[in-house]
T-cell receptor, first 111, second 117 residues
Framework: AQSVTQLDSHVSVSEGTPVLLRCNYS??????LFWYVQHPNKGLQLLLK??????LVKGINGFEAEFKKSETSFHLTKPSAHMSDAAEYFC?????????FGKGTRLHILP | DAGVIQSPRHEVTEMGQEVTLRCKPI?????LFWYRQTMMRGLELLIY????????DSGMPEDRFSAKMPNASFSTLKIQPSEPRDSAVYFC???????????????FGPGTRLTVT
């Protein structure tokens, strides 16, 4: 069975500092992996996706994520946080018709 | 492209009433998903359809919930009778895929905020 773990329910960073949102998946094979973002009172929007091509994936708004099979991780990073990045982020692995959302990580940006 | 359209955006109803939520997926998409989001339980997949056929409804909480997709451009989620614990934001999403929903991103609607008093 597949599962996903977002290691932090809340992350706070200062504006202009790096962002790291952690995601580990449990699977016997490499799934497709997505990061979605949800701004307050909005629907979810795709940030980036990994589908077994390049292991370093670049997404929108300066975010990127690196797929590391040996660590079963797909952490989301951004070099410099902006106030508009304050939102909830979801790591989503899926394969074989199983769609599994993590609990989400709420990113707070401190001025 | 108008994106996924959901209506109503907000619904307030009294316990025991029937509630119907509506969704229009993106044209050409063959998968449609219904989710529920609450603070306590996060985002839960309720049911999804492929080519208008329900594939997995294991997330539907109980018999009070039902979903239909009579054609490729319309789906409903009905709660009858509604209860206060059904209060949540309900999202519809669609995706286009030729080999299963696993490899393709989902496009989400803005959600319907349901309050049952």
């Amino acid at each position: 069975a597949q599962s996903v773990t977002q290691l932090d329910s809340h992350v706070s960073v200062s504006e202009g500092t790096p962002v790291l949102l952690r995601c580990n998946y449990s699977s016997s094979y490499s799934p497709s992996l997505f990061w979605y973002v949800q701004h307050p009172n909005k629907g979810l929007q795709l940030l980036l996706k990994y589908t077994s091509a390049a292991t370093l994936v670049k997404g929108i708004n300066g975010f990127e994520a690196e797929f590391k099979k040996s660590e079963t991780s797909f952490h989301l990073t951004k070099p410099s946080a902006h106030m508009s990045d304050a939102a909830e982020y979801f790591c989503v692995p899926n394969r074989d018709d199983k769609i599994i959302f993590g609990k989400g990580t709420r990113l707070h940006i401190l001025p | 492209d108008a994106g996924v359209i959901q209506s109503p955006r907000h619904e307030v109803t009294e316990m025991g009433q029937e509630v119907t939520l509506r969704c229009k997926p993106i044209s050409g998409h063959d998968y449609l998903f219904w989710y529920r989001q609450t603070m306590m339980r996060g985002l839960e997949l309720l049911i999804y359809f492929n080519n208008n056929v329900p594939i997995d409804d294991s997330g539907m909480p109980e018999d009070r919930f039902s979903a239909k997709m009579p054609n490729a451009s319309f789906s409903t989620l009905k709660i009858q009778p509604s209860e206060p614990r059904d209060s949540a934001v309900y999202f519809c999403a669609s995706s286009r895929t030729s080999g299963g929903p696993s490899s393709y991103e989902q496009y989400f609607g803005p959600g319907t905020r349901l309050t049952v008093t």
